[in-house]
C-alpha cells in the first residue's frame, strides 16, 4: 500500500503548487495544512509532535461547531494518506449501530439468540447487543486456534457461534478487541437485513463526504500509508498480571503479535468492524463532529440517541487488559489511559496510535492518525501531547493568542 508524500495543501483541501516556496532543508520538520484562530500554535506544535516520533507521519483535523478549524499532516504524510486507523473502527461502528437503533431497526436489548441460531443456547441466550457493545457479554475472545487468515477468510463469525462466554454473560467487563465487529456485523445483518460495510458506506460516508471505509474501495489502496511497526512493550502492571496467570488466553489478540500482517489488502478491503477502517483523519473529525450536530445539513445521531450511547455503563478494571476503563455502548469515554478534552467526550482509541472523538461542552471533534504504531497498545504518546494542547488552546482568550 502507499507511501508517497505530496506537500502543500490550501485551505480547501486540494494539493497546490509549491510555486515561488523555497525548498526545505532535511532538518526542517515539514508541515503542512492549516490551523485558524486560537488553534494557531498547534501548526508548530503539531510539527514538533510528529518529528518526535522519529519516522512516520501523521495528520490531525478538528472541527469546531460543524466547521473544520485545523487540518494538518506531517512528516511523511502526503495530504491525500489514508490510514488503517485499529479500533478507531469502533466509534464508526458504534454510530452505524445508533442510527439503526433509532429508526428501529435494531433494539440493543433485544437477545441475539432471538435472531441468531447458533447463539441460542443456554450460555450464550442472554446476550443481548448492548452488552456486546459494553464489553460484558463474555465472548470477548476465540480460545480455539485462530489465525490472520482465519480473520480475513471471515471464519470469525463460525467461530463465535461456537464459543462459550468466557464469563457469564452481563457479570464481568472485558474488552472485545476483535470480537466487536463480528458480532456487531452478525447482528445487522441477521436482523437489520444490511451489513455493517453498507451502512457505513451509504449513510454515514457518502452523505458527509468522507474518505473513510469499513471495506475500502481498491482504488485507494496506493494512498493507505503502511502500519511502521516497533518492538512491543507492555507496562510493569501488565507484566505481574501475566506472571500471575491473570492473563486470560486470546488466540485472536495474538495476531498483532506480527504487525506486518496489518499492511495486507486483505485487511483494508475486508469488512472488520473492530479493526479495519480505513480513513483519513479530516474524516473521523467530521464524523465525530456530526454525531453532536449538525455539519453542512447532516447530522448522524440525535440528541437523545447521543445520550444514551455516551452514558456511562461501565467504569473500572477490564478483565481482560488490566486497566481502568469507561465505556458507554460502544464509544469510550474519559479514563487515564485515554482523557480526550474532558468529561463530556467520547470516542475511541485504537492500538495504532490513531484517535476519534467528540466533546460537547467545547463543541470540538478531533482526529488524528498516524502510521507509527506505538510500542505501547492504545492511544499514543504523540495524540496525549496533541490533547493536552488541544485542551489548553479551546479554553483560550482568541484575542490573546
Known sequence: MGRGRRRARGDGGGVIPMVGRTPLPDWVAPVDGYARGRFAPLRDVFSRVIASQGAGGGALCIYEGGRPVVDLVAGDYGTDSLQLVFSVTKAITTTAVGML?????????????????????????????????????????????????DLW????????????PLWEPGTKHGYHALTFGALVDGAMRRRAGVSLQEVTAARIAEPLGL???????????????????????????????????????DNLLGIFSDLEVW????????????????????SLARLMAATMGEVDGVRLLEEGMRAGLTATHYRGMDHR??????????????????????ATSYGHEAAGGSVAFADPESGLAVGFTTDLFPPMHGSSTQSHA???????????DVSAV
Open 101 to 149: 437503533v433509532a429508526e428501529g431497526r435494531l433494539d440493543l436489548d433485544e437477545p441475539l439468540a432471538e435472531f441468531w441460531a447458533e447463539l441460542d443456547r443456554p450460555t450464550t441466550r442472554r446476550i443481548t447487543l448492548r452488552s456486546v457493545m459494553t464489553h460484558a457479554s463474555g465472548l470477548s475472545s476465540i480460545t480455539t486456534p485462530f489465525t490472520a487468515d
Open 153 to 164: 477468510a471471515g471464519r470469525d463469525v463460525d467461530e463465535i457461534g461456537r464459543q462459550e
Open 211 to 249: 474518505q473513510a471505509w469499513i471495506g475500502a474501495p481498491r482504488e485507494v489502496l496506493g494512498r493507505v500509508r503502511p502500519v511502521i511497526a516497533r518492538t512491543p512493550l507492555v507496562t510493569e502492571t501488565e507484566f505481574r498480571r501475566m506472571e500471575r496467570g491473570e492473563v486470560p488466553a
Open 263 to 282: 499492511n495486507r489488502e486483505e485487511v483494508a478491503l475486508g469488512s472488520y468492524g473492530s479493526v479495519g477502517a480505513i480513513a483519513d483523519a479530516r
Open 321 to 342: 487488559l488490566g486497566i481502568p476503563i469507561h465505556f458507554g455502548v460502544g464509544y469510550q469515554l474519559p479514563f487515564p489511559q485515554f482523557p480526550m478534552l474532558g
Open 386 to 396: 496533541l490533547m493536552a494542547v488541544i485542551r489548553h488552546l479551546a479554553s483560550t
